[in-house]
């Protein structure tokens, strides 16, 4: 299949120069002032950017932070001159979110590309309004014809890498944005809520990595104050804000926004935390999270203020958004012949077979937080993920795992395919009954890429239970490489309108494909 990247027209990119740049040029101390003081004179500003998320055929959802209280006003047009603009009132944003807002929007046209821009108003005198903050994003088609292309991957600042300057920040945000993707799905790892960020690291080969810091990022995270300052760590780069302003997200959560490989109920042995109880530190976190993302479960009643959602982009394609970690039960040996809870949680796993039997879109991605065959450990004697590396019959949390396989394939749903993030390589896993103990379910694949700012990591072993042949693989052979020795990592997905067929890049920093992988429509397994 030929492959061009569909790059903005000459429209869209005026439009963004323009805005983005300005929001480049903000000063950073002014950008990482841990809270707006209420005594600024002027008018309201937005130096964060403006994100939006969940983007549907019809819908999509507008965020931004201001620099004071504030109304958030939104505007919405098919042109960048803003001719016969719809207007959209937002909410009042104050100290109570951290003076962060999300505007809904509803009834937009289908595949279509709708720039918007976001302005803050003083609350007292409405005439005083900071100046607007452009961005663009393109609705989700109703025709199968017109195609999907989305980008994926996750890890943000981890194992001490953070912003540095002399690599120009998280560069790879500029080049996900050139490839002007529909979305882009963050597989978790949003941030480093325990991982400390210091001025200087030494690396292995004498060199210096320098890194921007601010006050929230010096400790590890517990209070809400100081999980807002993690959020808020990431949108002080550049890249990353133009990123936010061009290119919408669909994003989850996984172990490192709290800390590293929590589950609910867990006391803490760790004498860096004050707070050992994780339920605390995970409510806040949550908090910090809706705060700081347009996740349209977290900020619609219906939603419940749960992170797993079907977010449906047209005809082709449905992503189903886990969330393995709030409802997992505790880290263990993984031996339990009877495990009802696993890492999705009884509930979570009926919603999930329900949603993909009901679901109509020619492909089915399962966006995961965590691989499945892969064994990431948790300490001498426990694991973390799925897998346990007993390579025998289904136990712990594969038991779940076992179940929601055997579902798809006895109810013949087609066009599943998995993705995650999580172990700080890329890979590629297919999984088939044929070398498999347990049997019972259609063959699949699974794709790993990451870290995008943060540290690389050996490949994990496998387990056999469901049968992973590793097709592919990039990792280091030493821990911890940091993004200044290897390039990042990120994956592609292109789904052809004609042809239906699904196409899966693996791609490094600097432009280069690993690994492609063009899967075929209309199967139970492939």
């Not at 999509?60 to 932070?65: D, E, N, T």
């Not at 400390?196 to 990595?209: A, C, F, K, M, Q």
Request: aromatic content about 10%; charged content about 25%.
């Amino acid at each position: 299949m030929s492959y061009a990247p569909r790059f903005p027209s000459p429209a869209r990119r005026s439009v963004l120069r323009g805005s983005l740049a300005a929001s480049a040029a903000l000063a950073l101390p002014a950008v990482g002032a841990a809270s707006p003081a209420f005594a600024l004179s002027g008018r309201p500003r937005a130096p964060w950017g403006v994100q939006v998320g969940d983007v549907t055929s019809s819908s999509a959802l507008v965020w931004v932070r201001s620099d004071r209280p504030a109304r958030m006003i939104v505007e919405t047009s098919a042109t960048e001159s803003f001719r016969r603009a719809r207007t959209w009132h937002g909410p009042l944003v104050g100290s109570g979110t951290d003076f962060t807002g999300t505007t809904p929007l509803y009834g937009l046209p289908p595949g279509e590309q709708v720039h918007y821009r976001v302005t803050l108003a003083d609350p007292h005198d409405p005439r005083r309004t900071g100046e607007p903050v452009h961005g663009t994003f393109r609705t989700a088609p109703a025709r199968r014809r017109d195609g999907v292309r989305f980008l994926w991957s996750g890890d943000i600042a981890g194992q001490g890498w953070g912003i540095n300057p002399d690599i120009g920040g998280y560069a790879v945000y500029d080049e996900m944005r050139r490839l002007d993707p529909d979305f882009f799905l963050c597989s978790g790892d949003n941030i480093y809520a325990d991982g400390v960020i210091e001025p200087s690291v030494t690396l292995p080969d004498g060199r210096v990595w320098r890194n921007v810091t601010t006050e929230e990022k010096a400790k590890v995270a517990e209070t809400l104050a100081e999980y807002r300052g993690n959020f808020r760590y990431n949108l002080l780069d550049h890249n990353l804000r133009e990123f936010n302003a061009q290119v919408p997200s669909i994003v989850q959560w996984d172990d490192h926004e709290v800390r590293n490989n929590w589950y609910p109920g867990q006391i803490l042995d760790d004498a860096r935390y004050t707070e050992k109880n994780v339920d605390v530190l995970a409510a806040r976190s949550m908090r910090a999270f809706r705060e700081y993302f347009p996740v349209s479960t977290l900020h619609s009643a219906s939603g419940e203020g749960r992170m797993h959602r079907v977010v449906r982009h047209g005809p082709l394609l449905d992503v189903f958004v886990l969330d393995m970690r709030s409802f997992r039960n505790a880290n263990s040996p993984g031996r339990q012949p009877d495990d009802t809870t696993g890492i999705l949680g009884a509930e979570q796993l009926r919603w999930l077979k329900h949603e993909l039997s009901r679901s109509r879109a020619v492909w089915k991605v399962i966006a995961a937080d965590m691989p499945l065959g892969l064994v990431v450990t948790d300490g001498a004697t426990d694991f973390e993920a799925v897998a346990q590396g007993d390579p025998g019959a289904p136990l712990g949390r594969e038991l779940q795992i076992a179940e929601l396989l055997r579902y798809i394939k006895h109810r013949r749903i087609t066009g599943t395919l998995w993705l995650t993030a999580d172990v700080h390589y890329t890979s590629a896993q297919h999984y088939e009954p044929e070398r498999a103990v347990f049997k019972d379910f259609a063959p699949f694949w699974e794709f790993v890429s990451g870290p995008l700012a943060a540290g690389q990591f050996q490949a994990n072993a496998l387990d056999a239970t469901f049968g992973p042949d590793r097709v592919f693989v990039r990792a280091p052979d030493r821990a911890n490489v940091s993004p200044m020795e290897s390039p990042q990592y990120f994956g592609e997905v292109d789904i052809d309108g004609d042809s239906g067929e699904l196409t899966v890049r693996l791609r490094a920093q600097g432009g280069s494909v690993l690994f492609s992988k063009v899967l075929q429509p209309g199967r139970v397994g492939q």
